[in-house]
Every structure is written in C-alpha cells, then in structure tokens.
C-alpha cells in the first residue's frame, strides 16, 4: 500500500507516462459530434489533463481547451507539449476546485482521471462551470485483461507486484457509480485502441503506472525479471500488444441530483 495524495502519485513518472501511454482514438471526436453536438468551435474542460494525451485531440479539432492539472510536473509536461497550440490555456486547480468562471465550459471532460476524484464534491464543481445544456465526458482507455495470452501474462505480473493495484485502478468504477455521478440519462460508446512496444518500451510502460514498484523497491528487481520472461516468451517479431477499449460516458449532470 502506499499513502501518497492521488495529486503527487505521478511526479516521479512523467516522462514514462509521456512517452508510453496510449493516446485516444480519433473516433471520439466521432462519438461526440455525432451524439453531442460537437460540430464548431468548443470550449473544453480538461480534468486532470496530466500531459496532455486528451487535450491533443481537442486542440487538433481547433477547440478550446483548459487543462486542469493539480500535479506541478504533469502539467510543466503538458504546458511543454501542447506550447503549439495557441487555444491551450494550462490551469493549476483540481477537479473540485478548477477556478475556472461561472457557466463557462461547453464541454467538461475527463479522461483516464475520473477515479481519482472526490465525486460528489467534483460533481458540483463540473455543475458550475458548464453553460446551461452543456455536456460531461468521461472517458478510459481500459486494457483488455484476458484478450491474448500476453495480457493475461501482464495482469498476473500487476496483481503479484503492484504495490496497490487492486486498491486504485479504474475499473473500481463501476457504470452504476457513473449513473449515479450524472445523475440522469447517459450514453455508453466504446472504440478499439491498441499499442505495441519493444521490451524497452515495454518496460517504460510498466513504470508510468503508478502502482509500479521503482528502483531500490524490494518488489523492484523480481519484477522486472517476471517481465522479461513474460516478454520473451510472448513476443511476435520483437514486440508485443496492448489492446484496449476506449469507454466513453457523455451526459448532462441533471440539475438537483448529487453523486
């Protein structure tokens, strides 16, 4: 177990988690024009932006988005990032607490975050910040547990070394606790996402979790071990793959109604 805040559970892993997690399919911009109306120009809410994964697909849209990023060097990563974008607005806030204006947001959306929110107070928050019909998006990249023996292989490796994996990974949240969050009517959509990584990629991706014992760790070197073997024994043609389902929650939070 470890005790640290979910605000600083990154700090020490930004450039693996900049360099080796996954994107978001353009497919979400699809979903969204398509089922909420996001044809023009948008101002966008983006909770816990972290190093920008999310925003990038907004900002090359040419929407608006704030980056909302409590952690100092997730969002220095991102400010570095997303410099290009002239629409990107970095903001120092949390999900409860964005300091962004009254009924400004057309589009609050957090993606990969959602679970490491305070909901109730978060709920309020996202309330008061959206203009009047404006419309909530939660999104996940969920890896696919049991899709090829490889990830089978790399659950097992998470569920014997993690340090709290169990504890803190997102599919905790459940689509009842996401009902409950918007109140009201909600849409489920899904894409197919997928990586492939080397073993040093592989590795890289292994430690932009957070769950993930680092150096000097007692877990640290027996794990690496386990990864290797798991990679050699499952590797096609040098690499491997990460296939997920990209889940996607969009609604309006109903007025009068709390988490």
Known sequence: MTDRQPTERFSDRVEDYLRYRPDYPRGVLDILQHDAGLCGPATIADIGSGTGLSARLFLEAGHTVFGVEPN????????????????????????????????????????????????????????????????????????????????????????????????????NIDAAEVARFFGGPIQRRELSHFQSFDLVGLKGRLASSSYAPQPGHPYYEPMISELERVFSTHAENGVVRFEYDTEIYLGRLTSGKSA
């Open 72 to 171: 100092a060097a997730m969002r220095s990563a991102g400010e570095r990032c997303l410099a290009l974008f002239p629409k990107f607005r970095s903001v120092d806030g949390t999900a409860e607490a964005t300091t962004l204006p009254d009924a400004s947001i057309d589009y609050v959306v957090a993606a990969q975050a959602f679970h490491w929110f305070e909901p109730a107070a978060a709920r309020r928050e996202f309330a008061r910040i959206l203009k009047p019909g404006g419309w909530c998006v939660l999104l996940w990249n969920t890896r696919r547990l049991n899709a090829s023996p490889f990830l089978r292989g790399y659950e097992a490796l998470l569920l014997e070394f993690g340090t709290d994996y169990q504890q803190v990974r997102h599919e």
